[in-house]
């Protein structure tokens, strides 16, 4: 080796060979699949999904809805359950459970920016997501048979992308919780508060509303910035109220009457997954470690 | 000629009422090996974490590279190694993943791995899971990463825990090896006596602030810590002066300690007379002496 410090420490420049966030995003992945996260998920999905499915597909031979309708149905209020859960499960552990286990300080002391370790997870993450579902809900959509229609089909594919970017949303959200705390105990009480407040708590209180008025003397504005404040709201409309199956749900009533076209609804989901991102890479970005 | 690479001004670190590092002055230069030394809580991890970029001083200015790490972190942190204290990996992954990812953070190419497992003595456990590796196999894969695109700056936290006498050895030639290449070295440790030898320069650090720095040698002239002197005194032997100090130890040998100045006249007049001592041994402050004569220099 060569004695002379110059020519020895002459730094090549070195560009990774993907970009950072994607590198993070493949580690997200294998970690998932290795630890059986992705496993445990797609199989807990596939045999909810298929239950369901073939539970509810039964007695529709003679009512004229297509079996995969139903199935669609089913396996959309499945998600607003189990998916939430999910992916706060998956979210919460991120970056507390990171810096609890000693392995943050060593990735940050990496020509790693901080917003870079935020997306990256979070793609990671969503990546897992979308590989259960697709495979967990495609299993009992299979299950139910593939000669269903071009229509319903699409339907259903519409609610797997919907159930994806519901997804999306609490993984953001977890994300977050996982940014803000220190410790990952903390971050899981906050997750599960999160899905006590967005999946029970808050029908609840909307439903004691509307209740409590009769439903008619509230404004249809008000109504659907209600809807739009709670992402599964947003999901349940856009995939409840999506033609085909609108007419085999309660809320299919509803959708006929509000403003939030699926544009919208697409829209809010996304203003939900990209505004806790955007505050987790801030917070995230101003934490000393 | 000598390059800072690494500088604290005037640093203060405060969590809180606690000052965790105070009116710090440190520069390390290239090709340079420095123990950083305090026990825990002297505030040696947070002085690394500020050379990072991880944490902000609270007052002075952190130099890395020439650059703020705090600000061009990213493109700074390319050049710098880093071994946390306990490392630690997701257990799941294999070796082989594991230092692929890290260097392809770095963008080190991947060809380089074989040799980066060879370096510290991971060949072989490459493709196994890192649940299964030893104490010391994942202390090694720390250092393998830490070493990882042969960075300007290394910055090594507790880097010998784990390791074993030969592995130590094995480790600090390479640190050696990567000083003499023209890169910094700081080995934050409290195993102090290990470092004897290893280190071209010694910072002690206590609560925050810096107590001494300097070259062991300096250091040991500063402290004026007496050398310890013990002989095997032959059969008709009358017994040396009076005057020294001497004591009688259990197995029959004779003790005492002089001031570093004293220490050549007394062996000189010992070895006059070739038939009184059978044996000698002459031990010099360690590390460990100095360290706890500069911390109770600070306390009185």
């Known amino acids: 080796m060569s004695s002379l410090a110059d020519t020895a420490i002459v730094p090549a420049p070195r560009r990774p060979t993907m970009p950072t966030i994607l590198i993070l995003a493949a580690k997200e992945i294998r970690e998932g699949f290795r630890n059986r996260w992705v496993v445990a998920t797609t199989l807990l999905l596939a045999a909810l999904a298929l239950t369901l499915a073939l539970l509810g597909s039964a007695p529709t031979g003679t009512v004229g809805a297509s079996r995969l309708d139903v199935v669609t149905v089913s396996l959309a209020s499945l998600t607003i359950f189990l998916v939430p859960l999910i992916a706060l499960l998956l979210s919460h552990d991120a970056i507390a459970g990171e810096a609890e286990r000693g392995t943050l300080l060593l990735l940050l002391a990496y020509p790693v920016g901080r917003t870079a370790v935020i997306l990256g997870k979070f793609l990671g993450q969503l990546a897992i997501l979308a590989f259960a579902t697709v495979l967990g809900y495609g299993a009992a959509a299979l299950a139910v048979g593939w000669n269903l229609g071009l229509a319903a089909w699409g339907a259903f594919a519409a609610m797997v992308g919907a159930s994806i970017l519901l997804g999306g949303v609490f993984l953001a959200l977890g994300l977050l919780a996982s940014t803000l705390v220190r410790q990952r105990s903390t971050a899981g009480g906050i997750a599960i508060g999160l899905w006590l407040l967005f999946v029970i708590l808050y029908d609840m209180a909307f439903l004691g509303l509307l209740v409590a008025t009769g439903g008619h003397s509230l404004p249809p504005a008000l109504v659907d910035t209600l809807l739009a404040l709670n992402p599964t709201d947003a999901y349940r409309l856009l995939t409840l109220g999506m033609a085909g199956t609108g007419g085999l749900t309660g809320i299919g009533a509803l959708a006929g009457h509000t403003a939030l076209t699926p544009p919208i609804l697409v829209a809010v989901l996304l203003a939900w997954t990209a505004a806790p991102l955007a505050l987790a890479a801030l917070v995230f970005s101003r934490r000393e470690l | ?300």
Do not use: C
């Open chain 2, 1 to 300: 000629m000598t390059t800072t690479t690494v500088a604290l001004h005037g640093v203060t670190k405060r969590y809180g009422p606690i000052a965790a590092v105070r009116e710090l002055d440190l520069a390390l230069h290239a090709g340079e090996v420095i123990a950083l030394v305090g026990h825990n809580g002297a505030g040696k991890t947070t002085q690394i974490k500020m050379m990072l970029g991880l944490a902000r001083p609270t007052e002075g200015r952190v130099e890395l590279l020439g650059g703020d790490p705090a600000v061009h972190g990213l493109a700074l942190r390319r050049e710098v190694g880093y071994l946390p204290e306990s490392v630690s990996f997701h257990l799941a992954l294999t070796g082989r993943e594991t230092l692929g990812f890290y260097a392809r953070l770095k963008g080190v190419p991947l060809s380089e791995l074989d040799q980066a497992f060879a370096a510290v003595g991971l060949t072989g456990a490459e493709g196994r899971a890192i649940g299964t590796y030893s104490k010391g196999m994942r202390q090694r894969l720390g250092l393998a990463q830490a070493l990882l695109g042969r960075p300007r700056v290394l910055i090594l936290d507790e880097p010998t825990s784990g390791l074993d006498p030969a592995l130590r050895r094995e480790f600090y030639a390479i640190v050696a090896a990567r000083a003499a290449e023209g890169a910094t070295v700081l080995l934050a440790s409290h195993a102090l006596t290990e470092l004897e030898g290893r280190a071209d320069r010694v910072v002690i650090v206590n609560r925050g602030a810096k107590i001494a720095d300097g070259t062991l040698a300096d250091l040991r002239a500063i402290a004026r810590l007496p050398v310890q002197i013990r002989i095997r005194p032959a059969a008709g032997f009358a017994g040396p002066m009076s005057s020294s100090g001497w004591q009688r130890l259990p197995d029959g040998s004779l003790e005492a300690e002089v001031e570093p100045a004293g220490k050549l006249p007394l062996l000189a007049q010992l070895l006059a007379d070739p038939g009184a001592v059978t044996d000698l041994t002459v031990t010099e402050p360690t590390l460990d002496d100095l360290y706890a004569h500069f911390l109770q220099r600070e306390a009185a």
